[in-house]
């Protein structure tokens, strides 16, 4: 990382403060399961079928920063699973689920 000192302390700091707010879920048998039943339908990427599996098991809202361009054929039946795009959404006080694909695992905002 360009420009900072001591990048793996500054990730270390991220982790931390990302673990303060969230709930990290373990992954699952019924998790995995329902991943690759979405992988098979949807032949979006694996981690972002993890993100929804996740969403639906704690009852949360998958959420993705972008539409990715393998997304885009299967936008209506990603909608009807509940997921959001950080663009369309305003921040309240409701469960987000955050995929942070340089960590292992699922997050959801407390």
Do not use: H
Request: hydrophobic share 50%.
């Amino acid at each position: 990382m360009a420009g900072v000192q001591d990048p793996n302390g500054e990730a270390t700091d991220f982790i931390e403060w990302v673990s303060k707010r969230t709930n990290i879920i373990m992954l699952n048998r019924k998790m995995a399961l329902r991943a690759g039943e979405l992988k098979k339908r949807l032949r979006i990427a694996m981690p972002g079928c993890y993100v929804i599996a996740a969403a639906e098991i704690i009852k949360a809202t998958p959420l993705f920063k972008v539409v990715e361009k393998e997304m885009e054929p299967v936008l209506n039946e990603l909608r009807k699973l509940g997921v959001k795009f950080l663009r369309e959404i305003k921040f309240q006080n409701f469960s987000l689920l955050l995929s942070f694909q340089f960590l292992l695992g699922c997050y959801r905002l407390v």
